[in-house]
């Protein structure tokens, strides 16, 4: 199966210092399941000269740990990861946190991001001697952490990477959070009882009761120890070019990033995008979830009534049979169904945050006509997806995005929408309250902040194509997510 949006990549989470730091690392997994769902995973640990211990598994959280799992995780210090896999095949073998026994003792990682030198690391540590047990680039820094004998040389080991990466490390005596110096994927600080608490996202912090203290700054290395909280910043600096792509559509709206609530910014990008390409028209209706307050925001702007037509079903599990042949369009209407009643006889607007390979949104408007909707205007929260994405967010190939085929006259009439209208850069911007300089655009405009390697590009496509092979028969379902 196809996505049909662009596919979240992974979330990580770390605590420091509590009785229960695997299960509230548990709980933190479950807040960022929105970063992940292909497989699971923790490792705990006591302190120095106590193993650690590692449960991860294929599934959701829910489905990975049961009770007896997470009493068997015992320990002080627990690292924990959700993967979406944009390199490596979607297996176990692949699934993190990855562990290893070491000259420096036992180490764990969760990698939330993509390496651009991957490639050429990989080949390298090849050379002089490593075995890797996974494809994933995530086991690049693992080898590469695996070779230093003190602190120094692990913050020199973390130079030689490129790209974009949020990570959590355990050693057996701190844990250690990384930040590219790039920053595009967030990171952030927060604290429980005394116990210092890391997570991709501050939604997480929220479901532990933890106070979210600050976020981890581009380029920084934050070490937790028994001794407290300090940091390093062992990289050279970088313009920052956060992922402008996790406040429109991948981050959870009750997220805080740089100082501004997600949901604030998406409502900001729907007035934006509503200040640009205004319509009259009758109601306003979101494709949820995530087009949800973009289309709040358009509708509050130009005074039109808002009204969730679209129906999600929340509780697809994997679906055995493949009813392509006995029921049209069964992934669309699985995933989302059309309240007719509410759309019949009116012009309505239809709200999402990205187009991406266009297959969902066509049926959303087929789906308007039918129920007998007089207009149907589509309106982007985001400008046109051209540009392929290395740091870490599965899009598929540019001569896929629709938006890379078609001007926009041709995207509209192949939706076959009455009107179609996307926000544009300085709009979207504008609705973070911050300066364009501050973010990666490079899908939508193809500047990339940082440059990447031909080699790498094959290695990464290697990966994908080997991952394509096997999730999509083992697991049809997690390919189906995102509609
Ligand atoms: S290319 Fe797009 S999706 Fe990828 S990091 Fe940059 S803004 Fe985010």
């Known amino acids: 199966m196809k996505h049909h949006k662009p596919t979240h990549e992974c979330g990580v989470f770390a605590v420091f210092g509590h009785p229960n730091a695997a299960v509230l690392t548990y709980y933190g997994l479950f807040a960022l399941q929105h970063r992940g769902q292909e497989s699971a995973g923790i490792v705990t640990a006591n302190g120095p000269g106590t193993p650690f211990n590692r449960h991860v598994a294929m599934g959701l959280v829910s489905q990975v740990f049961t009770p007896p799992d997470l009493d068997r995780l015992k320990g002080t210090r627990a690292i924990g990861h959700v993967r979406y896999s944009t390199t490596g095949s979607s297996n176990l073998t692949n699934a993190q946190p990855l562990m290893v026994d070491c000259a420096l003792g036992q180490l764990a990682i969760g990698h939330n991001g993509n390496l651009v030198n991957a490639g050429v690391l990989r080949d390298e540590l090849e050379q002089r001697g490593s075995i890797f047990q996974t494809t ?14 003190d602190a120094s040389g692990v913050l020199a080991a973390l130079r030689k990477i490129q790209g974009a ?23 952030s600080l927060g604290l429980l009882d005394g116990a210092y608490v890391l997570s991709s996202e501050t939604c997480a912090f929220d479901l532990i009761h933890a106070e979210f203290i600050r976020e981890i700054e581009p380029g920084e290395v934050v070490i937790i120890d028994e001794s407290g909280v300090r940091s390093e910043y062992p990289f050279k600096a970088e313009k920052r070019a956060f992922c402008m792509f996790e406040y429109v559509y991948f981050a959870r709206p009750d997220s805080i990033i740089s100082d501004i609530n997600v949901a604030r910014v998406r409502t900001a990008m729907g007035r934006e995008l509503a200040r ?14 995530s087009g949800n307050y973009a289309a709040l925001g358009f509708a509050e702007e130009l005074g039109i009534p808002y009204n969730h037509a679209f129906v999600r079903n929340h509780y697809i599990g994997r679906t055995f049979l493949q009813p392509t042949q006995l029921i049209r369009d069964f992934n669309v209407r699985v995933k989302l169904n059309l309240i007719k009643e509410a759309v019949t006889g009116k012009r309505v607007v239809v709200v999402d945050d990205s187009i991406v390979r266009g297959t969902t949104a066509r049926a959303r408007v087929v789906n308007m006509r039918e129920a007998g909707a007089k207009e149907v205007h589509m309106r982007i929260s985001c400008p046109p997806h051209k540009h392929a994405c290395h740091y870490g967010i599965d899009f598929p190939d540019p001569e896929k995005l629709l ?23 300085p709009g979207m911007v504008r609705a973070t309250g911050q300066e364009e300089k501050n973010f990666c655009l490079a899908c939508f405009n193809g500047d990339y902040p940082v440059p990447v390697d031909p ?3 094959k290695f990464i496509m290697e990966r994908r194509q080997r991952k394509d092979l096997i999730v999509t028969d083992e697991h049809p379902e997690l390919f189906d997510k995102a509609f």
């Open 136 to 149: 994933v680039d995530s086991e690049i820094i693992l080898h590469l952490l695996a070779q230093p004998v």
């Open 165 to 187: 990466f949020s990570l959590v490390m355990m050693s057996e005596k701190q844990i250690i959070g990384v930040r590219d110096p790039f920053g595009f994927r967030p990171l």
């Open 276 to 289: 640009l390409h205004p319509v009259e028209a009758d109601l306003v209706v979101p494709v949820p979830d």
């Open 403 to 425: 938006a890379n085929q078609c001007t926009l006259e041709e995207i509209r009439d192949y939706l076959g929408a009455d009107s179609i209208g996307y926000l544009d850069v």
């Open 455 to 457: 080699k790498v590009d």
